[in-house]
């Protein structure tokens, strides 16, 4: 039998395909796009953002948005849009608010006038382990490639909403998940949270990264040894297994282990027992296993560079982390996360991202994913001089070429606005006249914007 590839994961226990109950909001932040100028702006517990033409709000100079159109508050871990009496009304999604009140949440797309806002959500920083356990030793926080900073995990792309229900599934089992996806993607991240929203949360996660030591180094962390076990063993050691007992343990590039360490992997899975370097006695060890890793694991089972019957057991349910290029929404979050975190480093006041900046992001292919997005902020802050950052303080990669719009985002905001359009022809039994009062714009441009979607009415 044919060993299965990690895009056809085999669920056991969960449903991903099920809604859960909207998840309390710590923090989220709003994309806020007027014609080709691109926004972030965070919003906090108890903050609230107020859309308007007049002095103190998020200003939109357009004669279709009121003096104090909209509010957008996050109160008790939900986002309220409020229309403030506005004399065009606020649409969230297919819906038009007027002197009303809508939950949204991440994902969700708000239009006040010609500006367009899509709500992405934030979870609370992320720490390395349990009170109990000590952080990693100096240097080894940045040698995973998926090291994003602690700061905010941000979600915002339909893609990453979907993998994040799942994992809040994942979080209740007991299930062994293995995590793939390109080098930088945040796979460790995705463990992470698994373990912070488990019932093993009060216990140690622990990490080892299984390509950045040799293999008898890698068999004595995982498993331990006793004194004398070999040179330099001067003294009985527990290993990583018995470390995470209580908890869990995330066996980071597990497609780098060596085969002998393998064999002793799976023999400690099955049994649920370790036996430490130079000992044959056996301790028991209570630990969830995470995996993680950016090899095609189907190709080196079937080319002998992975137990087939190792990857059966690691791989009760497969998650796949899409690359950053596929989550054109969340690159401006992040890329604000990272600016204000280098910032705060060098004791500066956070930038903003110039529009021509931020299409610049918007359309890079990243290959490096996250990591990569994350040195080029620590590049520009270091470039910068004023409160914007320019085209010409990215790294030189992101500089050349015209910026354009990005084609996911562009397209997920037009899907948006076709949705709309046809929504309010439908109420309005395709009365073009009504149709554009209800959506805030001329017939004119009701008509034109028919003709570039292909509606009819």
């Given at each position: 039998?044919?060993?299965?590839?990690?895009?056809?994961?085999?669920?056991?226990?969960?449903?991903?395909?099920?809604?859960?109950?909207?998840?309390?909001?710590?923090?989220?932040y709003?994309?806020?796009?007027?014609?080709?100028?691109?926004?972030?702006?965070?919003?906090?517990?108890?903050?609230?953002v107020?859309?308007?033409?007049?002095?103190?709000?998020?200003?939109?100079?357009?004669?279709?948005?009121?003096r104090?159109?909209?509010?957008?508050?996050?109160?008790?871990?939900?986002?309220?849009?409020?229309?403030?009496?506005?004399?065009?009304?606020?649409?969230?999604?297919?819906?038009?608010?007027?002197?009303?009140?809508?939950?949204?949440?991440?994902?969700?797309?708000?239009?006040?006038?010609?500006?367009?806002?899509?709500?992405?959500?934030?979870?609370?920083?992320?720490?390395?382990?349990?009170?109990?356990?000590?952080?990693?030793?100096p240097?080894?926080?940045?040698?995973?490639?998926?090291?994003?900073?602690?700061?905010?995990?941000?979600?915002?792309?339909?893609?990453?909403?979907?993998?994040?229900?799942?994992?809040?599934?994942?979080?209740?089992?007991?299930?062994?998940?293995?995590?793939?996806?390109?080098?930088?993607?945040?796979?460790?991240?995705?463990?992470?949270?698994?373990?912070?929203?488990?019932?093993?949360?009060?216990?140690?996660?622990?990490?080892?990264?299984?390509?950045?030591?040799?293999?008898?180094?890698?068999?004595?962390?995982?498993?331990?040894?006793?004194?004398?076990?070999?040179?330099?063993?001067?003294?009985?050691?527990?290993?990583?297994?018995?470390?995470?007992?209580?908890?869990?343990?995330?066996?980071?590039?597990?497609?780098?282990?060596?085969?002998?360490?393998?064999?002793?992997?799976?023999?400690?899975?099955?049994?649920?027992?370790?036996?430490?370097?130079?000992?044959?006695?056996?301790?028991?060890?209570?630990?969830?296993?995470?995996?993680?890793?950016?090899?095609?694991?189907e190709?080196?089972?079937?080319?002998?560079?992975?137990?087939?019957?190792?990857?059966?057991r690691?791989?009760?349910?497969?998650?796949?982390?899409?690359?950053?290029?596929?989550?054109p929404?969340?690159?401006?979050?992040?890329?604000?996360?990272?600016?204000r975190?280098?910032?705060?480093?060098?004791?500066?006041?956070?930038?903003?991202?110039?529009?021509?900046?931020?299409?610049?992001?918007?359309?890079?292919?990243?290959?490096?994913?996250?990591?990569?997005?994350?040195?080029?902020?620590?590049?520009?802050?270091?470039?910068?001089?004023?409160?914007?950052?320019?085209?010409?303080?990215?790294?030189?990669?992101?500089r050349?070429?015209?910026?354009?719009?990005?084609?996911?985002?562009?397209?997920?905001?037009?899907?948006?606005?076709?949705?709309?359009?046809?929504?309010?022809?439908?109420?309005?039994?395709?009365n073009?006249?009504?149709?554009?009062?209800?959506?805030?714009?001329?017939?004119?441009?009701?008509?034109?914007?028919?003709?570039?979607?292909?509606?009819?009415?």
């Open positions: 039998m044919p060993p299965r590839r990690p895009s056809e994961p085999v669920v056991t226990e969960v449903d991903p395909e099920v809604e859960p109950a909207r998840e309390a909001l710590d923090q989220v709003l994309v806020c796009r007027r014609d080709e100028r691109l926004d972030v702006v965070p919003v906090g517990e108890g903050g609230e107020v859309v308007g033409r007049t002095e103190g709000t998020l200003l939109v100079d357009s004669a279709r948005v009121s104090r159109h909209a509010r957008i508050a996050l109160r008790g871990g939900r986002l309220e849009v409020e229309d403030l009496g506005s004399r065009n009304g606020t649409r969230v999604g297919s819906a038009v608010l007027r002197g009303e009140k809508r939950e949204a949440g991440g994902g969700d797309v708000i239009k006040v006038g010609p500006l367009v806002i899509v709500v992405a959500r934030a979870d609370r920083a992320l720490a390395w382990a349990s009170p109990s356990v000590a952080p990693p030793p240097g080894d926080e940045q040698d995973d490639d998926d090291a994003t900073g602690r700061e905010a995990t941000v979600v915002a792309d339909p893609a990453m909403l979907a993998l994040h229900r799942v994992v809040e599934r994942l979080a209740a089992t007991t299930s062994t998940v293995l995590v793939v996806g390109e080098t930088g993607t945040g796979k460790e991240v995705v463990a992470e949270r698994i373990h912070r929203r488990s019932p093993r949360a009060g216990g140690a996660f622990v990490r080892i990264n299984c390509a950045s030591m040799p293999e008898a180094l890698l068999e004595s962390e995982l498993f331990g040894h006793e004194k004398g076990a070999f040179t330099g063993a001067d003294r009985r050691r527990a290993g990583h297994f018995e470390a995470a007992s209580g908890g869990t343990l995330l066996l980071d590039e597990i497609g780098e282990m060596p085969l002998p360490v393998q064999a002793k992997l799976l023999r400690v899975l099955e049994r649920r027992a370790v036996v430490r370097l130079g000992s044959s006695e056996e301790t028991p060890v209570d630990v969830r296993i995470l995996c993680a890793t950016h090899r095609d694991l190709r080196d089972v079937q080319c002998g560079r992975f137990r087939q019957d190792l990857f059966y690691i791989s009760t349910f497969t998650l796949e982390v899409p690359p950053l290029r596929e989550r929404t969340e690159v401006l979050l992040l890329a604000d996360a990272f600016l975190r280098f910032a705060a480093q060098a004791g500066k006041r956070a930038p903003g991202l110039s529009g021509e900046a931020a299409q610049r992001l918007l359309v890079h292919a990243w290959p490096g994913n996250v990591r990569e997005l994350r040195n080029a902020m620590e590049h520009a802050i270091v470039m910068a001089e004023g409160d914007v950052v320019q085209p010409d303080h990215l790294p030189k990669g992101l050349g070429g015209e910026a354009k719009a990005a084609p996911p985002m562009r397209d997920a905001l037009e899907d948006a606005e076709r949705s709309a359009i046809a929504a309010a022809l439908a109420a309005e039994n395709d073009r006249t009504r149709a554009a009062r209800r959506l805030g714009i001329s017939r004119r441009a009701l008509i034109y914007k028919m003709i570039k979607y292909g509606l009819r009415g």
